[in-house]
C-alpha cells in the first residue's frame, strides 16, 4: 500500500447491522470514529453521507476492510463497488491472528 492511503475504514458486519470504524492514517490524524448502520440501502445511505462527513475520498487512497461473511457482507461489497471505494475482504481467521507480531519480554 502507498504512503497515500489517508483513511482505513475496518467493517464488522452481520445480518441486522454492521459497525464501522474510521481511522486516519496520513495528514489530520483524528481520533478513530465508529458508527453502526443497518444491513440495508437506508443504512448504506447513511453510512455514505457519514463517509462524506468524515472527508473520506473514495479513490485509491482510502481502502476498506471487511471480513468474509458470507451473504452478509455482500451488499457493502456491492456498493464500494458503486462508488469506487476500494475494498479487501479478507478471511475473518486471518484478520483475527493479524494483529501483528507479538513482543516477547526479557529481563
Same mark, same amino acid.
Given at each position: 500500500?502507498?504512503?497515500?492511503?489517508?483513511?482505513?475504514?475496518?467493517?464488522?458486519?452481520?445480518?441486522?447491522?454492521? +459497525?464501522?470504524?474510521?481511522?486516519?492514517?496520513?495528514?489530520? #490524524?483524528?481520533?478513530?470514529?465508529?458508527? #453502526?448502520?443497518?444491513?440495508?440501502? +437506508?443504512?448504506?445511505?447513511?453510512?455514505?453521507?457519514?463517509? #462524506?462527513?468524515?472527508?473520506?475520498?473514495?479513490?485509491?487512497?482510502? $481502502?476498506?476492510?471487511?471480513?468474509?461473511?458470507?451473504?452478509?457482507? #455482500? $451488499?457493502?461489497?456491492?456498493?464500494?463497488?458503486?462508488?469506487?471505494?476500494?475494498?479487501?475482504?479478507?478471511?475473518?481467521?486471518?484478520?483475527?491472528?493479524?494483529?501483528?507480531?507479538?513482543?516477547? $519480554?526479557?529481563?
Amino acid at each position: 500500500m502507498e504512503d497515500t492511503t489517508k483513511f482505513f475504514i475496518g467493517i464488522d458486519v452481520s445480518k441486522p447491522h454492521f +459497525d464501522a470504524s474510521l481511522l486516519s492514517v496520513v495528514g489530520d #490524524r483524528r481520533p478513530i470514529q465508529t458508527e #453502526r448502520f443497518e444491513n440495508n440501502l +437506508d443504512g448504506l445511505k447513511l453510512f455514505q453521507k457519514w463517509l #462524506r462527513k468524515n472527508k473520506v475520498t473514495m479513490v485509491s487512497n482510502s $481502502l476498506l476492510v471487511i471480513e468474509n461473511t458470507g451473504i452478509y457482507h #455482500r $451488499l457493502i461489497w456491492s456498493f464500494c463497488g458503486c462508488i469506487k471505494l476500494p475494498i479487501y475482504i479478507g478471511n475473518s481467521a486471518h484478520i483475527k491472528w493479524s494483529f501483528g507480531l507479538p513482543l516477547t $519480554l526479557t529481563f
